[in-house]
């Protein structure tokens, strides 16, 4: 009897294709009837033309940094404040009602928040109609700080949710809450405009189908901190590790109060070109500075978030370049007014200008006139990226409306890169700490996107293949693969049988994955496998081949 041997080599190809992570759970506030009203703590009323008044005078700047919310000092407490009820079964609820007449939305900041294992938070509005939650111990950080996203209307109702039998009783102190005065929420105009108002002028980022915007979109995130709004990026470092580091501008968080309250917002856009509201649940909140210098120097700020964003968020780590050429076309991915995201495009590129306004000189990129899109309040600290996609600069300014397009300004990244020997100061020991001295850096993709560790094995005559998933496989329709160079048959399934494969060939296979939803689309090929079927040989043998490309 003939006995047939499998030779394999496997072959990885790289292909460059260009927290307040809630828990599931439902508020018990939803299912129980026993009629328990917390009481309301009404707030003073916000006097909204002041507010206005403050805003014109602290914008004179250029800097386009957008205040939407008036901050309200308070002392909410489950030891003294709300009421609480005790279920039958020992296990016990807290509720708090919060009223800030007029408001928009609500936000609410933790300065303390330690859960046991086993206990929930949730925040609503009375309709129950705009919920966040469950927050539970996976929430805890080594600061105790949790600061939550708005919630609509000028009331909310806080629960918390704790059993009988926890190993430490939770500590929960609220210490502030965001008066929303400048309806954030509100669809302003006939064009139904989401999180904001920005101008008509705006370009969705799903307008444009180039394929390097529309993975580089994963990066850019909107931030919400203390009452403000800005825009930054996920950014990669030189051990493409997916550690967490998030660039934004200096004048936007300068320091750890406003980091720690920050809550950062990622895929906040429309589904397609046209403007429809985009979903606001894929948030992490709190973050640490990593480098900042000081304010009026260079205008940038590395921040490390508190958690690492979950594959379900499809966070992108943009590269970038801190070559000094003059870029030949630029553009900027951001959250104009805080709206969903937008694109502007630059085809005249940029070059070396003054900003003014006390920064060092001549250390930003100056963007003559955009040609697509503009950038407004909220779009401070959004990535410029050169022609490559890689990140050259960051958003501090400028002039740039729907009505006078011209003269924005992006800090310099070869600038923040080592301008200062403080390392505290400089983007270099962080972003490069294999210490490479490269001058530029590709971006990276955390989570896999196509088919990976593509493998086979043999039984009798048979070349079973497996691969491992793609992270979104609820949304393939099938896997295609590949022998040869050609479509050769279709699985809904991570394994695959070629019964037709005979002895003395040599095959060679890949996969990818075809996703009918939302958009017909066939991803990029797996690792490649090359495999060859042969007589029985006296042992030892060894046959070296070369790959077919």
Same mark, same amino acid.
């Given at each position: 009897?003939?006995?047939?041997?499998?030779?394999? !080599?496997?072959?990885?190809?790289?292909?460059?294709?260009?927290?307040? !992570? /809630?828990?599931?759970?439902?508020?018990? +506030?939803?299912?129980?009837?026993?009629?328990?009203? %917390?009481?309301?703590? #009404?707030?003073?009323?916000? &006097?909204?033309?002041?507010? !206005?008044?403050?805003?014109?005078?602290? !914008?004179?700047?250029? &800097?386009? /940094?957008?205040?939407?919310?008036?901050?309200i000092n308070l002392d909410i407490d489950p030891k003294h404040d709300g009421i609480w009820s005790t279920l039958s079964n020992g296990d016990k609820i807290w509720y708090m009602h919060v009223k800030s007449p007029n408001a928009h939305s609500l936000g609410l900041f933790f300065d303390n928040y330690r859960l046991p294992p086993g206990a929930k938070l949730f925040v609503y509005s009375p309709d129950k109609k705009h919920v966040r939650g469950a927050f539970t111990y996976k929430n805890n950080k080594w600061n105790n700080i949790l %600061? *939550?996203?708005?919630?609509?209307? $000028?009331? #909310?109702?806080?629960?918390?949710?704790?059993?009988? $039998?926890? #190993?430490?009783?939770?500590?929960?102190?609220?210490?502030?809450?965001?008066?929303? +005065?400048?309806?954030? =929420?509100?669809?302003?105009?006939?064009?139904?405009? /989401?999180? @904001?108002?920005? @101008? /008509?002028?705006?370009?969705?980022?799903n307008c444009d189908n180039d394929d390097l915007i529309q993975l580089l979109k994963h990066s850019v995130c909107k931030i919400t901190y203390n009452g403000w709004l800005c825009s930054g990026a996920l950014i990669n470092n030189t051990k493409n590790d997916g550690h967490p580091y998030f660039l934004t501008a200096n004048h936007c968080i300068n320091n750890s109060f406003d980091a720690n309250a920050a809550l950062f917002y990622f895929n906040y856009e429309s589904p397609g070109c046209t403007n429809i509201d985009g979903p606001i649940d894929q948030t992490i909140s709190g973050s640490v500075i990593i480098a900042t210098p000081e304010i009026k120097t260079l205008d940038f700020s590395l921040l490390e978030l508190s958690v690492t964003p979950p594959?379900?968020?499809?966070?992108?780590?943009? @590269?970038?370049?801190? &070559?000094?050429?003059?870029?030949?076309s630029v553009f900027s991915i951001h959250h104009p007014s805080g709206d969903i995201k937008k694109l502007t495009k630059s085809t005249t590129g940029a070059t070396t200008s003054d900003y003014g306004e006390d920064y060092t000189e001549f250390t930003h990129w100056w963007i003559n006139e955009w040609d697509e899109g503009t950038t407004e309040g909220g779009s401070s600290g959004a990535p410029l990226f050169n022609g490559n996609g890689e990140i050259i600069g960051d958003l501090t300014g400028g002039d740039a409306s729907c009505s006078f397009n011209y003269n924005d300004y992006y800090l310099q990244f070869h600038h923040a890169w080592k301008d200062f020997s403080d390392s505290t100061k400089k983007l270099e020991p962080w972003l490069d700490p294999a210490n490479s001295k490269t001058l530029s850096l590709n971006g990276y993709l955390p989570y896999d996107t196509i088919p990976t560790n593509l493998y086979a094995s043999l039984v009798d005559t048979t070349i079973n293949l497996k691969w491992n998933e793609?992270?979104?496989?609820?949304?393939?329709?099938?896997?295609?693969?590949?022998? $040869?160079?050609?479509?050769?048959?279709?699985?809904?399934?991570?394994? =695959?049988?070629?019964? *037709?494969?005979?002895?003395?060939?040599?095959?060679?296979?890949?996969?990818? %994955?075809?996703?009918?939803?939302?958009?017909?689309?066939?991803?990029? %090929?797996?690792?490649?496998i090359f495999i060859r079927m042969m007589d029985s040989l006296s042992l030892p043998f060894g046959e070296d081949f070369e790959s077919q490309f």
């Open positions: 009897m003939k006995c047939i041997i499998i030779l394999i !080599i496997v072959i990885f190809i790289q292909y460059n294709s260009y927290g307040q !992570i /809630a828990s599931e759970g439902v508020p018990l +506030y939803y299912s129980l009837s026993q009629g328990v009203e %917390a009481p309301v703590l #009404i707030l003073p009323d916000i &006097n909204v033309k002041k507010l !206005i008044r403050e805003d014109k005078k602290v !914008i004179p700047t250029r &800097n386009k /940094a957008l205040r939407f919310a008036k901050i %600061a *939550l996203a708005p919630i609509k209307g $000028d009331e #909310i109702i806080i629960e918390y949710f704790e059993p009988q $039998d926890v #190993i430490f009783k939770g500590e929960i102190h609220i210490s502030s809450i965001a008066h929303d +005065y400048k309806n954030i =929420f509100s669809l302003t105009s006939k064009r139904t405009k /989401a999180y @904001g108002s920005s @101008g /008509a002028c705006n370009v969705n980022v594959p379900s968020y499809q966070p992108y780590y943009a @590269g970038w370049n801190r &070559n000094i050429v003059d870029p030949a793609t992270q979104n496989s609820a949304n393939v329709e099938y896997y295609y693969v590949y022998r $040869d160079y050609v479509k050769f048959d279709s699985t809904t399934n991570t394994v =695959f049988s070629d019964t *037709l494969a005979y002895k003395d060939s040599v095959y060679s296979y890949w996969v990818t %994955a075809f996703y009918k939803n939302p958009t017909e689309y066939e991803t990029e %090929a797996s690792n490649i």
